[in-house]
């Protein structure tokens, strides 16, 4: 296969597969579009990628967004979901946890 794309996403990509190996190709796409957003690229491209991952397991695989508009805080939000991103994540083939990261914001 061709690496198309810039140096960044292509190390963007290398994080993606490195991180979470069996992740499917329509989420895999998702996490990229979020990794490569503006706001995104003052980080080194394994943490954009990070926070991507994260972003879109809360907000496409969990109840998240009900509990916001059920009236939750979002860190009370955030904190009961947790375990459901990881349980995704480990499914996807990915070491790392969720909680041990919460202290990285990546906003809504």
Known sequence: ???VGTKRQQAIRRA????A???PLLDAEA???LAGRAQMKALPPSTALWLALGSHVRHAHT????LLAEGYER????????????????GWGCQRSILD?????EGP
């Open 75 to 90: 860190d009370a939000a955030r904190f009961f979901v947790a375990e459901a991103i990881d349980d995704v994540l480990s």
């Open 101 to 105: 990261e919460e202290e990285f914001e």
């Open 31 to 33: 996490v990229l579009a």
């Open 16 to 19: 993606l597969r490195a991180l």
């Open 1 to 3: 296969a061709v690496m």
């Open 21 to 23: 190996p069996g992740i």
């Open 63 to 66: 109840d998240y967004d009900r």
